[in-house]
Structure formats: C-alpha cells, structure tokens
C-alpha cells in the first residue's frame, strides 16, 4: 500500500520559505525530495533506490484501477493523477542547494525529536557511538522518526491503516529489517574474518602490523527507544560500525584502498534507505492521525 496521502503531497506543493528565497518544503517533501530516483542528484550518499518514485506510481495506478471499479468518478481519478504529476515536478526543480537544505533540516529536526520525551511511553535507554561519520547522518535523518514511528503505530496504527493494510507495513518493515539484519552479520563475519587472517599473515612475516582506532566518534549520545523494532535498527547501525572498524585497519595496513571502502559502505546506505524514506513516510501518515485526536 501506497504510504504517501494527499495532505502530505498538498503540504508539500504549498511550502514556502520563510525568508522567501527558497522553497522551504513540509516533512513530506523532504523524505520524497531525497529519494525519488530520476535524473536529480542523490541527497544521501547516492542512497537512493527510487522508493518514493514507485509510491508516486502506485497512486497514480490506484487512481486508474479506482476509476474503472467505479469507484471514484473520472473527475476525482484525474485529480489524484494531477497531484502526482505536481509533486514530481516539484522535487525535479529543486537546486542541489535546496535539496542539501532539506535533509539538512530533516536531520535537524530529528537531533530535536530525540531530545523530548514522550508522555506515556515505557522506552529503553540506550548508549549510541558511532565512530565514522558517513553514518551520522544515516542516524539523524531517519532512526529518530522511525522510532517515534514504531511507538504510534502500535498506538494508532489500527485507526490509521485499518486492522488489514496494519498487517501489510508491519510485515513489510519486518521482512525489512530481517534482510538487513543478515546482511549486516554476513559483512561483520567476513570483514572480520579477513582482518584476522591479514593480521596472522602480517605476523608470521614480520611485517609491521597497525591497530588504528577512532578515539573522537562521529556521535556518542544516550537515546531513549520506544521499542524493540527501534532497538533493532540501533543495533544495525553500531554493527556497520565494527564493520567499519575492520574496514579502517585493512586500508592502514594497504589491503584495501579507500575506495572499496567506500563501495562498501554506500552499498550499506543504499539497503537501509529505502526502510528509512518508508518509515518515514509512515511517521508523517500516523501524525495526521495523532493529531487529529
């Protein structure tokens, strides 16, 4: 099911700044700005898998079928499909610059998010650091909402979804995450693994072994998490860190160049991003009805 709503891409085609010299685009916009996948530049690390495009298709397809089911008439399936095509041409016209500003924003946001506690809610603290920086934003722009995500969806997920389309986003974040999960372990075992059998070689040749460490982190705060779903993606993220690590003593001791590396790690990014845009887009579906209580 589509997780994209009319308010959303209505919110987002009205934005303005407030200083009025740049489109200052709703929570909507940005998640839908950093992940549509055509000719704009990529907004996070080149993570972008087209996921909130196929959303906009998905609607533009449901207003078809709608319309010969009879659903809805004519008139209103040739709105849904004049709201797609606006919010396209929104997120194409925005400058890099614009698009930079948003995630910037949405990260923002974010830090704030974490720094409120939610009335009511049993959560979890937990330590986070995060030694590499290529992973701080990942954490910023997208755990924050989808923690306050996980929480309300339990909440007002029913009335929100319905009982059915709730069965549907549960499965589908957790498929998700299982996926992830795997294959994060499947990096951490074979990094590690290669790092041991580098260094043993190293060794018995007796060559000079380097052992770097990250002594400042990326990020290092406490987090309180509203439940096990939030909990998960945390351990995901500090375990792409250890990956890192191992990543960072190979190219120390020149068994992999930096580039690879950095292969490595967008391929990581571009996994997660599509969990993280979803999640997102979820959050804002389950405001409207958070709000409207």
Known sequence: ???????????????????????DISLAASAAAGAIGLSVPPTTDGADDGEIERELQQMEDAATTLQKEGMISESE??????Q???????FRDLSPAERAAIVQRRREIGRELMSRQLSGAAVVPAAVRLNHTRLKPLFEQWWPYLNRMSINMQRFGRSTFGAEDQAVVTD?????????????????????????????KMLALGDIVFMPSVTKPSLDIEVEAYSRFSMRLLS?????????????????????????????TSRFLRKFHPVGVRGYMTHLRLMTTVRGR
Request: aromatic content about 8%; proline content about 1%.
């Open 77 to 82: 399936a040739t709105e849904k499909r004049d």
């Open 236 to 264: 995901l993220m500090l375990k792409f860190d250890k990956v890192m690590d191992n990543f960072d003593f190979l190219v120390w001791n020149g068994v992999r160049d930096q580039s690879d590396v950095d292969e490595e």
């Open 1 to 23: 099911m589509s997780t994209i709503n009319e308010e959303t891409i209505l919110a987002a085609a009205e934005g303005t700044s407030a200083q009025g010299a740049a489109p």
């Open 84 to 90: 797609v095509a606006r919010t396209r041409k929104l």
């Open 172 to 200: 589908w974040f957790e498929k998700q995450i299982g996926d992830l999960e795997s294959y994060v372990d499947e990096q951490l075992t074979v990094a590690k693994g290669f790092r041991d059998k580098t260094e043993s």
